[in-house]
């Protein structure tokens, strides 16, 4: 019974020691299923980090490339002692527009505006003509949209030379840029000149109601020597002969 029992045991083990090797993976197994599942798992998580950031730069490359709106109305201090108006029209990146000076008592201006905007990068150039001068302002700016505003430096160029450096800022004041109006510029009034009011003066003035013109002066004196052949021949009515002037008038 013993030795009986003693086969059935060795058999049992020998069969449970090939059902392990057979139904179960070993530790080398084990670790290389490991190590794969690791490195799937690393692979995955470095394509939705990589993904994140392409999104985030997809991102920012959008927004830069959707340029900021400066479609408005503008107040813009610093080009000039008093306020100068600006409207700015905007396709894409293009910038352009118009611009007026105003002041109280002095010679006002109009101005065309051109430039272009990069991100938060402005750069214009402003246009000013004047009776008698023509400046351009050169404007590089920063465009903060957050308070609708835009600031930065400037330098004038009057007759080819630097006139003027500074800063500059605009505030935006309104959308509806159909509303400009550019500034009423006068006419000069030219003066006539010397001659022609010397002209003017002499000149006979015909529309006056109370000018007539004289008639023309006869001499009152008769000059007989035409009539000298009716005299002589006695031809023609002597008659018509002013008395007194016979013909002794003939010599």
């Not at 470095?46 to 479609?71: F, R």
């Not at 009011?197 to 006869?218: F, V």
Request: no cysteine; glycine share 8%; proline share 4%.
């Amino acid at each position: 019974m013993t030795k009986r029992f003693m086969i059935l045991s060795i058999l049992l083990l020998l069969i449970i020691g090939v059902g392990t090797s057979l139904g179960q993976p070993s530790n080398d197994q084990i670790n290389k299923t490991i190590i794969r599942d690791n490195a799937a798992s690393q692979k995955n998580e470095t394509m939705v980090t990589n993904a994140s950031m392409q999104g985030v730069v997809d991102e920012a490359a959008n927004a830069k490339n959707s340029a900021a709106s400066l479609n408005y109305i503008w107040s813009v201090t610093g080009l000039e002692p008093g306020l100068v108006i600006m409207v700015i029209n905007q396709e894409s990146e293009d910038l352009y527009g118009a611009a007026k000076y105003e002041p109280d008592g002095g010679q006002p201006w109009n101005a065309d505006v051109v430039g272009s905007i990069s991100g938060d990068d402005v750069e214009m150039v402003l246009t000013a003509v004047k009776v008698n001068e023509q400046s351009s302002f050169k404007m590089t700016g920063v465009f903060d949209a957050a308070n609708q505003s835009l600031k930065g430096s400037f330098f004038r160029v009057s007759e080819g030379k630097i006139s003027a450096r500074g800063n500059f800022e605009a505030v935006s004041i309104n959308p509806d840029t159909s509303s400009y109006i550019p500034a009423i510029i006068e006419e000069p009034k030219v003066a006539a000149s010397a001659s022609s009011d010397a002209a003017s003066a002499i000149a006979p003035k015909t529309t006056d109601p109370s000018y007539q013109q004289l008639p023309s002066q006869t001499s009152r004196f008769h000059d007989v020597r035409q009539d000298a052949d009716r005299i002589l021949t006695g031809v023609g009515d002597i008659s018509q002969i002013p008395i007194g002037m016979g013909g002794s008038g003939l010599s």
